[in-house]
């Protein structure tokens, strides 16, 4: 048996695992978490794309989401168009303005580009703030939108139970992490990379390195955007400050960089594990000391940048290695 | 490196988080609630821009529930104490809505409270509407909250078209009693859900009153200097202005239109920032004169008012305000209705709340005379009250003027401002 | 139009008083070249420290500075020394350690909340001081006087780090370090005590800055945040490293937010301003006055 048989039957455990689990958990409390869970490691994933492979540090991503919840919303709420529609449609929109934006950003330095991801992302915020209305379009302004509870069923994604909302995050979040797989082993990853390392050498061998980034930006901004729809169907209110806020720019990135950017599983380890800390911290302690799990949450983002700047898959990898090394019964390590 | 080898290692130890979060959750809910107490959950904003006010609700929940415990508990489910359950909003949506779904369904609360700022409150009774738990709102004035068709909302405060229409009635009848023409109106508010929706309501009230609207100013709630907003009215000189702010924005304002010596012949707040405890102690003798229109005062005509209020300073050190008062009142509520219904069947809980005609009791002092919930779950007595803040010998404080019967004895309010 | 004169003058000087907030932010970025989230929360510590400073002792707010700028330097030097100077050696041969960020946000919301957890959440503002409320009259205009004094303290400082930067033995080592710190290295400075004493000289900035606030701002522990992303569009705009920049930053934005209420809503002021931003890092990255490094 090789390493990678062995690796390939935990991968389908896990898949079954995942399938199987809201038979095991009924409370519709847990199964929220888990979904949360799951789509803040469908969103770092997707950021992961443009924050990992293409090496540079976007902090505006919640434009996207906001961009797709809105207009799906927009959509379903004046036109009756079905929200799977509008998902579409919504990400299309993203992708349009990742591109624009996308276009004369990678030109810039590192701490430059964050801080030009942060300024569209807060410009887009302020002006669907002060927006009521964008043309035929009702946007209303910082008030929101609410979405009534219409008949249920996978046509108008609406549902009473949490089960639908679990299966289709998780579909969702396997979705791109197979598709980060698939870019890995492409020519553009391989374009990502080495434009993320050494650009000059890159360009210099013909890699056309600012096409790969723009790709890489469009594909992040789309699947952001999908994600921006599942939130609105799941919470059926959204208004420019929870969709389009800083904060979760912020948490996005800093979950995937915590879990470690660039690798595959690091965003979703990220999500898995820091998610329910957060949450967890704010039950415990919310009511007692306030502010608490913003405390410990700020300590750990400290503490693993201090120790373990690559992210915590990287210790989490050379354990598994080791196991896997163990189990097999050899005794030279595999790098 | 081997990015396929790479990705399954991950995916092992994503099952072996799986798997003990899995086993940690199916143990943790099959803990259950003892019977011999009712859990009651509370959604509120402990940390982040609003939690100043949430602290002074939970503050007021503590005493109520403290007294009814001490008093034997309720009665017609054995003597069963009240329990409370705190959750921070953070003032987020979605952590509101998180926390109501983990309430209802882990810590298995028989109502819920909540959530101050109205953004968080509208998808939280959602929430609590599909599961059918009593959701009580103390104050989140937004009038859609009891107009979304939900049978397990009920909300205690007046709703925002309410405190709207008292601001302009008690701007008619100043000017009948002191005969002032008031011709000029401008609406300067925050820019949020609170602000703008009172500010939608201002410009049809106006109309209707034959004022001019010579102002119209959103500005954000953050801002870190408020001159720009201030330079505006005084150049355009209006009548009255009226104030929708937070508390830090309401500091800066009332300092900086103190400061640039704005002449208006009346100031109306809006509660929230103005009625916030540190706005007095901040703005200091710049706020002389304004009005707030609030739910509650600590001078309300009221048995049982002065001694209640000193109870609650002596504890948390400041006064009792328009969402703490609420708060205590719901808290009286929901036993008062826990009495009657004798079980914590949610449907009969619903029931018991739907048909309250509280009147009497330690949770009375509302400045009103009765709590009753309308067929939509609005709180139909709710009325609210206008404040002046004067210095009449003893320091600032807030003097209840409107409507006149509550007026405290031997006070004229000021009116028009003294134009320094 | 003696309305937007009066306008203009209070944008000049609310904006020096931004300016004067950021200018710790460009030390810090222009030596480090990493974004420091946390400058909001070290203006916000600045704030409290200048607050309890003048409280306890009724002294004039002014002379408070002679207690927090010795106390914020040691504060940002420690800060810098013990909890981002490990990543810094961790990432050596990294350019642009972007670890540094998370780091620095994480330190943001460490300070934010335990102040939060530690003097509650209630405004505060120092009632009775010589400067509240004074307002200076030039004809129909009406000047902010504490104002005033925060535009004088900009430039006096504005100038005095300059002075620094360019005649002093330290500052030069400073200066060196930023533009190549391995040559600088090769040279004899001991680089991480250099950024040791960058951050420390940037948090004593904002020292400053808060005390200038202070005499007619409110204190809480969020109040850094509104000034954070401020601060870094300002930086940006008059050019990463330029002290005159920052002043100059400042003094723009502030002109913004005061000029442009009169011809819309104030809410759009931020629209605009953001605008501004992506315009400028389009347009010429470097800011107005910022020299192409390559770094």
Redesign the interface.
């Known amino acids: 048996m090789t390493s990678k048989t062995v690796n390939q039957i935990a991968l389908a455990l896990v898949v079954l695992m995942a399938l199987v689990l809201p038979l095991f958990v009924r409370s519709a409390t847990y199964l929220h978490i888990l979904i949360l869970v799951y789509l803040y490691a469908y969103l770092t994933t997707s950021w992961n794309l443009v924050g990992g492979f293409a090496g540079v540090l976007p902090l505006g991503h919640s434009a996207f989401i906001g961009i797709g919840a809105y207009t799906s919303t927009i959509l379903s709420l004046q036109y009756g168009i079905s929200p799977w529609i509008g998902m579409l449609a919504g990400g299309v929109l993203a992708t349009a303005a990742g591109v624009l934006i996308g276009l004369p950003t990678f030109k810039m330095r590192g701490a430059y580009f964050a801080l030009a991801t942060i300024a569209f992302g807060e410009g887009i915020r302020v002006m669907v703030e002060n927006i009521d209305n964008l043309g035929p379009f009702n946007l209303n302004g910082p008030r929101g939108l609410q979405i009534p509870p219409l008949d249920t069923g996978l046509a108008n994604f609406m549902f009473a139970d949490k089960e639908p909302y679990y299966y289709i995050i998780l579909v969702m979040l396997m979705g791109v992490i197979g598709l980060t797989y698939w870019i890995s082993r492409s020519k553009l990853g391989y374009a990502l990379n080495a434009g993320g390392e050494e650009p000059e050498a890159a360009m210099a061998l013909g890699v056309n390195v600012a096409r790969a980034k723009l790709i890489a930006m469009a594909m992040s901004s789309f699947l952001t955007a999908l994600a921006g729809t599942f939130y609105a169907q799941l919470t059926l209110y959204i208004h420019p400050k929870s969709i389009i806020s800083l904060d979760l720019s912020f948490e996005i990135a800093f979950i995937a960089l915590i879990g470690g950017r660039g690798s595959i599983a690091g965003p979703v380890l990220g999500a898995l594990l820091l998610r329910p800390v957060s949450d967890f911290s704010r039950i415990y302690f919310g009511a007692t000391l306030p502010g608490m799990h913003l405390i410990i949450f700020g300590t750990v983002l400290v503490l693993v940048m201090i120790f373990q700047p690559r992210g915590i898959q990287e210790p989490l990898t050379r354990a598994y290695q080791y196991m896997i090394n163990r189990f097999l019964g050899k005794t030279t390590r595999e790098s | 490196m081997d ?13 072996v ?3 003990a ?2 086993m940690i ?2 143990v ?2 099959t803990l259950q609630a003892a019977d011999t107490v009712v859990r009651i959950g509370n959604i509120i904003p ?4 609003s ?2 006010v949430g ?1 002074q609700g ?1 503050n007021a929940r503590e005493m109520a529930v403290e007294e009814i415990n001490a008093a034997g508990g309720i009665k017609s489910l054995g003597g069963a104490k009240l329990e409370m ?4 909003s ?1 003032s ?4 509101g ?3 109501a ?2 309430l ?3 810590e298995k609360v028989n109502l819920l409270t909540g959530c101050w700022n109205s ?1 968080v409150t ?2 939280t009774t ?1 929430v609590a509407e ?1 599961y059918g738990v009593p959701f009580i709102v103390p104050v989140s004035v937004s009038d ?1 909250i009891t107009e979304q068709g939900f049978k397990t909302v009920f909300r205690i405060a007046a709703k925002d078209s309410w405190w709207t229409r008292d601001q302009f009635a008690f701007l008619k009848d100043m000017q009948a009693e002191f005969g002032v023409e008031l011709k000029t109106v401008a609406f300067v508010y925050e ?3 609170w602000g ?2 009172f500010a939608e309501q201002w410009k049809k009230l106006a109309q209707n009153a034959g004022y001019k609207v010579v102002l ?5 709630s ?4 408020l ?3 201030v ?2 009215i005084r ?1 355009a000189r209006p009548d009255v202005l009226l104030l929708v702010s937070n ?2 924005d309401a ?2 304002l009332t ?1 900086t239109l ?4 704005v002449k208006v012949k009346a100031i109306i707040g809006s509660g929230g920032g103005h009625a ?4 007095l ?2 703005a ?1 003798q ?1 706020a002389r004169f304004i009005f707030d229109i609030v739910e509650w005062e600590t001078d309300v005509n009221k048995p049982g008012v002065p001694e209640i209020n000193a109870k609650f300073n002596s504890k948390y050190g400041y006064n009792l305000a328009g969402e703490s008062v609420d708060a205590y009142a719901a808290v009286y509520v929901i036993a008062d209705a826990l009495e009657r219904a004798g079980s914590l069947d949610p449907v009969k809980i619903r029931e018991a709340l739907a048909t309250t005609n509280l009147q009497s009791g330690p949770g009375m002092i509302v400045s009103y005379d009765a709590i009753e919930f309308d067929a939509n779950g609005q709180n139909k007595h709710a009325a609210l009250s206008i404040v002046q803040i004067n210095d009449i010998g003893k320091g600032l404080e807030r003097i209840t003027v409107w409507p006149k019967s509550a007026r405290r004895a031997g006070y004229t309010p000021v009116f028009p401002m003294p134009q320094k | 139009m003696i309305y937007i004169l009066e306008d203009a003058i209070n944008g000049i000087l609310m904006g020096s008083i931004y300016g004067l907030t950021a200018l710790g932010l460009t030390v810090i970025f222009g030596v480090l070249k990493v974004i420091n989230f946390a400058h909001g929360s070290l203006l916000m510590v600045g704030m409290y420290v200048a607050y309890w400073s003048i409280q306890l002792t009724g002294l004039h707010p002014y002379i408070a500075l002679i207690f927090v700028v010795p106390v914020m330097f040691l504060f940002g030097y420690y800060l810098q020394d013990i909890v981002i100077k490990p990543i810094f050696k961790a990432e050596k041969d990294v350019r642009e350690p972007i670890t540094v960020i998370i780091v620095t946000t994480g330190i943001w919301y460490i300070l934010d909340n335990l102040t939060l957890l530690i003097f509650g959440p209630q405004y505060r503002t120092i009632a009775d001081n010589p400067l509240r409320g004074g307002m200076l009259e030039v004809g129909e205009m009406l000047i902010s006087i504490p104002k005033l004094w925060g535009f004088v303290t900009a430039i006096l400082t504005a100038l005095i780090i300059y002075i620094f930067f360019q005649k002093t033995r330290i500052g030069r080592a400073i200066r060196a370090t930023s533009l190549d710190r391995e040559a600088a290295s090769l040279m004899g400075i001991n680089q991480y005590k250099v950024y040791n004493i960058a951050f420390g000289i940037g948090t004593a900035v904002a020292g400053v800055a808060a005390v200038t606030l202070v005499p007619f701002y409110n204190v809480f522990p969020t109040v850094g945040v509104l000034f954070d992303i401020k601060g870094f569009i300002i930086v940006v705009l008059g050019g990463l490293g330029s002290i005159g920049g920052a002043i100059l930053g400042g003094i723009i934005i502030g002109l913004i937010e005061s000029v442009a209420p009169q011809f819309m809503t104030a809410t759009w002021t931020e629209a605009i301003v953001y605008g501004l931003f992506l315009l400028v890092l389009f347009v010429k990255p470097s800011g107005l006055f910022g020299v192409k490094y390559d770094w």
């Not at chain 2, 402990?46 to 821009?49: D, R, V």
């Not at chain 2, 119209?216 to 954000?220: A, M």
């Not at chain 2, 953050?222 to 200097?225: E, F, I, P, S």
């Not at chain 2, 916030?276 to 706005?279: A, G, Q, Y």
Request: proline share 8%.
């Open positions: 990015q396929g080898k790479r990705n399954t290692l991950r995916m092992n130890w994503t099952i988080v799986l798997l979060t899995a959750f199916g943790g809910s402990l940390s982040g821009p939690a100043s602290q939970k359950i705190y959750a921070d953070e987020k949506p979605e952590k809505v998180a926390e779904e983990r209802i369904n882990t953004a509208y998808p959602a599909r859609k820019n949020g859900d703008k929706g119209d100013e959103p500005y954000p953050t801002a870190t200097d001159s720009p907003v330079q505006k150049r508390a830090a500091i800066l300092n103190a400061e640039y010596k916030d405890p540190s706005f102690k901040a200091g710049n």
